[in-house]
């Protein structure tokens, strides 16, 4: 599809680019006194959606994950997580894995707080549990060299084993350094750019 404004966004069949001038609010159930900016989805023909979250003054999210399971980070500012009976307050760089058929409530949140969002249909695997509510702190997830590039780091922020479907990644790259990769991905990839690191969330199944 070719965008005929002025704008450095692009959507191609297999891949797009949304740029801030790009972003169009959306109104999510639940989701209130806060900006919600739809990034990708399954319309576009990604097997996943991922969402820009912005608060407002007294903001509140809240709902139930029924097929979909969702991964929230704090890109910056602080929010209360409350997942089916757990509670933690989130601050920049921690996140949350919610899993499918779960109740939560994000509340205390300063206004201004931006929230990552990805959300995919989970599919189970036979002879794998349904993974459990995740706390983490990227602070704490090691970013070793990626492909033995000292100018690549990865951190893998949730669990590399077949109960998740999902990957969410954080790839750190120094100025000049090129990921060698990239043209041969057939996963389904959602991306959020800020600065030299990329946050990344893919299926691990199916194609874009």
């Not at 707080?113 to 599919?123: D, G, M, P, S």
């Not at 189970?124 to 995740?134: A, D, F, K, M, R």
Request: aromatic share 10%; with cysteine.
């Amino acid at each position: 599809m070719e965008i005929s404004a002025l704008t450095r966004s692009i959507v191609k069949k297999d891949h797009a680019i949304i740029s801030p001038d790009g972003y169009i609010n959306s109104n999510v159930p639940g989701w209130i006194n806060c900006r919600v900016n739809v990034i990708i989805n399954e319309a576009m023909g990604a097997r996943l959606c991922q969402t820009l979250i912005t608060a407002g003054k007294e903001a509140k999210l809240e709902g139930k994950t029924t097929a979909s399971q969702i991964f929230f980070y704090i890109i910056s500012g602080s929010a209360t997580a409350n997942i089916s009976g757990k509670s933690k307050k989130l601050i920049t760089g921690q996140f949350v894995y919610v899993p499918v058929s779960s109740l939560y409530l994000f509340d205390n949140i300063d206004e201004g707080t931006a929230i990552l969002t990805f959300h995919k249909v989970y599919e189970p695997l036979e002879g794998y549990e349904i993974p459990s509510v995740l706390f983490g702190d990227a602070a704490n997830i090691p970013g070793p060299e990626y492909l033995g590039d000292p100018a690549l780091r990865l951190q893998v922020l949730l669990p590399d084993n077949l109960s998740f479907d999902m990957a969410v990644n954080i790839f750190t790259y120094d100025s000049g350094a090129i990921c060698p990769w990239w043209k041969h991905i057939l996963w389904s990839m959602g991306c959020y750019t800020c600065r030299v690191r990329e946050f990344t969330g893919l299926p691990m199944t199916g194609t874009p």
